[in-house]
């Protein structure tokens, strides 16, 4: 009976602590400035025109089977699940993950389990010189409670910076994605150039063969027959460039999928043609752009991050509460410690409340505000420059079409003239100069039509790396981010 009334009096008194939680609970305010996302003001449309489709983020998220080109494809796949950096950025959103699990745990009791078996034996001289023992095992419980937030805005700033962290991620494989497909086009561009000078360099053997002969009839002076060998080799001496250019391309794709310089040499070494551009972008209007760009999404969530960081540090200028509380036995056999007089019971808590710091905690307060305005700063830089990146890159693929079209036809004539050139010099029609003139014109031209149909392609990548491409919007709950890349993961 004595152990019943006991007890009833420990429940009697944990009731009216728990009572006094949930008033103190039901008065709690997050300390701090709420978080609010910056309106933006933005252009309605940007200021190029090109040929443009309706906004499809399916699309966009793949925009690399825009050029049908199944081994780019497979290449970008094999970047997706091999790439290290890529690897890097799951870590670190894994890291993100698990510190927005320590936050939330932060606001919830703590529970810690004990036992001990103590033997002792005094001495003769001091004391009795006999021996004791000491059996307990028990919890002990404790728990600060949030009552001015400060928990709350901890775990807010966790969760806001686990956010940043997955648009870190994405914006990876954004870079990923358009870097794959870069070193792609300068592969096949180069090899294109390759193509041209090989081409340039058979007929300017015919022409040197020419030459030779008609300087042994006496036909001409030496001073052409020189002349000639200058062009051939000339050309001759562009080819190992270009090899270089094809091998530093390749391996740049090797690293970025995971594998060693090298391996990729059989896979890409056949020439194949630069991929054709599709008839029309996916393109949307600013503000959609600015909602797929995941490092302006990142940029908004580090500043969501540090504005719950004032709260963090505000928190501390208030009174901060504790309950504690144990049960346990203790008895001095361990026969005796399953005994209901072997219970032993406390219940308790204390507040603390700074004093004085000498300035500290609001010092804290001006750092964390201070870094909010930086990271707005980023914020707004990050709009501006991902505004830019769209305008410049509409630009560069709009121009270099042009451009492009117009190398064609200058390199159709440079071809007609050159042929003629070689003919009326082969009848002794024209001077020798001609021919150069007309050689060297038509390897300059054809030289630069490869490069502009690279460039063409080139530019339609940065336009869509500009526009965020090369991932699918997840739902925020979604189990695991890495399983989300793209609609063809």
Avoid at 339 to 353: D, E, K, P, Y
């Amino acid at each position: 009976m004595p152990y019943a009334i006991s007890l009833s009096a420990r429940h009697t008194a944990a009731s009216r602590a728990t009572g006094i939680v949930v008033l103190l609970l039901g008065g709690c305010a997050n300390v701090g400035p709420d978080y609010m996302a910056p309106q933006l003001s933005l252009p309605a449309r940007w200021s190029v025109t090109v040929a443009t489709g309706a906004s499809d983020t399916r699309a966009l998220a793949s925009w690399w089977k825009a050029f049908d080109e199944p081994l780019l494809s497979d290449l970008i796949e094999r970047a997706i699940s091999f790439n290290r950096d890529l690897a890097q950025a799951e870590a670190r959103v894994r890291e993100a993950r698990a510190r927005r699990g320590i936050s939330d745990a932060d606001r919830y009791p703590t529970i810690q389990s004990s036992a001990s078996a103590t033997h002792r034996r005094g001495s003769e001289e001091t004391g009795s010189g006999k021996s004791s023992e000491l059996y307990s095992a028990g919890l002990d419980a404790r728990w600060e409670l949030d009552i001015f937030g400060g928990k709350r805005r901890a775990l807010e700033a966790a969760s806001a910076n686990l956010e940043a962290s997955e648009y870190d991620l994405r914006d990876v494989l954004v870079s990923l994605t358009a870097e794959v497909a870069l070193n792609y086009v300068d592969t096949r561009a180069f090899q294109a150039r390759l193509s041209v000078a090989d081409s340039n360099l058979r007929a300017q053997s015919e022409t040197f063969d020419i030459a030779r002969w008609r300087n042994a009839a006496g036909l001409t002076t030496q001073r052409d027959l020189e002349q000639a060998r200058l062009n051939l080799e000339q050309t001759r001496a562009q080819i190992p460039a270009l090899r270089n250019g094809i091998s530093q391309a390749v391996n740049h794709i090797a690293v970025l999928i995971g594998q060693n310089p090298g391996t990729l040499n059989d896979l890409l070494g056949a020439p194949r043609a630069i991929p054709a551009a599709p008839p029309d972008v996916a393109l949307g209007v600013p503000a959609e752009t600015l909602r797929r760009r995941p490092d302006v999404q990142r940029a908004e969530r580090q500043l969501a991050t540090q504005t719950a960081q004032i709260g963090v540090a505000t928190a501390a200028l208030y009174p901060n509460f504790s309950l504690i509380g144990s049960i346990g036995l203790e008895a001095l056999t361990a026969g005796r410690l399953l005994t209901a007089s072997a219970l032993a019971t406390s219940i308790g808590g204390n507040i603390g409340w700074p004093v004085f710091d000498a300035g500290r905690i609001r010092q804290s307060i001006a750092v964390q505000t201070a870094l909010q305005e930086q990271a707005l700063g980023r914020y707004e830089a990050a709009i501006l420059t991902a505004l830019q990146d769209v305008e410049n890159a509409l630009v560069a693929y709009a121009s270099e079409q042009q451009r492009r079209e117009a190398l064609s036809a200058a390199a159709a004539a440079a071809r007609n003239a050159a042929e003629l050139a070689r003919h009326q010099y082969s009848a002794g029609l024209v001077d020798f100069q001609v021919v150069l003139d007309a050689q060297r014109s038509l390897l300059s031209l054809e030289d630069q039509l490869a490069s502009s149909h690279g460039a063409v392609i080139s530019n339609l990548v940065r336009l869509y790396k500009a526009l965020g491409g090369g991932w699918t919007p997840v739902a925020r709950d979604a189990p695991e981010l890495t399983d989300n890349y793209h609609g063809t993961k």
